[in-house]
């Protein structure tokens, strides 16, 4: 399964990417912070961007 970058979720989400490293940080969003030997990435399931945007809609 192909995982979305921060910027990609972003985008369907209609954020800028900062906020969605706020969301995987809170716990709100879920995704997997993987270390990497250029620095940390997050790797996030389109399922899971899904279903934030559709808690986001009935709040």
């Keep these: 399964m192909p995982y979305l970058t921060t910027k990609q979720a972003a985008d369907?989400?209609?954020v800028n990417a900062s906020r969605v490293r706020q969301?995987?940080?809170s716990g709100k969003l879920h995704g997997?912070?993987?270390d990497t030997p250029r620095g940390a990435v997050w790797?996030?399931?389109r399922e899971d961007v899904e279903a934030?945007?559709?808690?986001r809609r009935s709040s």
Excluded: V
């Design 12 to 14: 369907i989400l209609g």
């Design 23 to 25: 969301l995987l940080l």
């Design 32 to 34: 997997e912070r993987m």
């Design 43 to 45: 790797q996030i399931r």
């Design 52 to 55: 934030y945007q559709q808690t």
